[in-house]
C-alpha cells in the first residue's frame, strides 16, 4: 500500500504537490469513484485515472536515447551539456541514469533507467552483453585486424581485452562487437591496430538494436519485450 500522492507523482508526470492538487481538485477516480484525499492509501497497483485517463505508474522505466555528440554521458557538469538535459521535465523526476557510458564525441544508443540492478547486469562483464558500434577509422581494417580482435587484443599499455568481433565493411568502415567496456575501449583497441577512430556510433546493446528512426537527441521509452533483448545472444560475438 501506499499513499495517493505518491503513486501518482511516482509516474513522472506530476511532482508530488502537482498531485496533490489534482487529487483535490476531483481529477483522480479509480474503479469508477473519484478519490480526493492525497493522502488515501491504495494498492501500488490501482489502475489509476487522471482527467479520465489511464496513468502509468510503474515504478522502474527504461528508455533508449540517441545520443547526440558534444554531450557527456553524466548526470550534471558545471561546464558541459549532459544527456540527463535532453530529457523533457516529466522525465526528469523520475531519477533515470545512463547505463554505462559513451565518450562526448561518441553517438548512438544509450539505454537510461532507474533500475539500478538491471544497469549493473548490463554493464558487469559476467553478464557478457555485447555491445556492437559502427567506426568509420583512417585506413580500412584488414583480416590481420580480424584475427587480432577475435585473438583478444593487448592495449599499448599492457590491458588484456576479451576476444571481440570485427568485421570491415569497406570504405573505412567496420562494425564493432565487444562484451566489456574499459575506457576508450573501442577506439584504443583500434588505435592498437594503427587504424584511429574518426567517428563512432553505437548501433545495438545485446540484441536492442537502436531506433534510427527516432533521431539525434531524441528518446523513447522501451517496448514490453525490448529490456529482455538486451540480454540475448550474450557472450556471442
Ligand atoms: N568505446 C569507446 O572508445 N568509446 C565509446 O564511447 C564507447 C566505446
Redesign the pocket.
Known amino acids: 500500500m501506499t499513499r495517493l500522492d505518491k503513486l501518482i507523482a511516482g509516474s513522472g508526470r506530476f511532482s508530488r504537490s502537482e498531485a496533490r492538487e489534482a487529487i483535490r481538485a476531483g481529477r483522480v477516480s479509480a474503479l469508477g469513484r473519484v478519490l480526493t484525499r492525497p493522502e488515501e492509501r491504495v494498492e501500488e497497483d490501482l489502475p489509476v485515472l487522471v482527467d479520465g485517463e489511464r496513468l502509468r505508474t510503474d515504478a522502474l522505466r527504461y528508455f533508449m536515447l540517441d545520443k547526440p555528440a558534444g554531450v557527456l554521458t553524466a548526470s550534471r557538469d558545471a561546464r558541459q551539456p549532459t544527456v540527463l538535459e535532453l530529457l523533457p521535465a516529466e522525465l526528469r523526476r523520475l531519477g533515470l541514469q545512463p547505463v554505462g557510458?559513451?565518450?562526448k564525441d561518441?553517438t548512438g544508443l544509450l539505454l537510461l533507467t532507474n533500475d539500478g540492478d538491471f544497469a549493473h547486469r548490463v554493464i558487469s562483464p559476467k553478464s557478457g552483453v555485447v555491445k556492437t558500434?559502427l567506426a568509420r577509422t583512417q585506413g580500412d581494417v584488414d583480416a590481420e585486424d580480424e584475427r587480432g580482435f577475435a585473438r583478444g587484443l593487448e592495449l599499448e599499455d599492457g590491458t588484456k581485452c576479451l576476444p571481440a568481433g570485427l568485421e570491415s565493411l569497406g570504405d573505412g568502415l567496420c562494425l564493432v562487437r565487444v562484451q566489456e567496456?574499459k575506457y576508450?575501449?573501442?577506439?584504443?583497441m583500434l588505435a592498437a591496430r594503427g587504424k584511429p577512430?574518426l567517428e563512432?556510433r553505437?548501433l545495438a546493446i545485446g540484441g536492442l538494436e537502436l531506433d534510427e528512426r527516432l533521431g539525434s537527441g531524441n528518446l523513447r521509452e522501451l517496448f514490453p519485450g525490448e529490456i529482455e533483448l538486451v540480454f540475448a545472444h550474450s557472450h556471442r560475438l
Request: aromatic share 8%; no cysteine; glycine share 8%.
Open positions: 557510458r559513451l565518450d561518441t558500434y567496456g576508450h575501449q573501442v577506439k584504443r577512430v563512432l553505437r
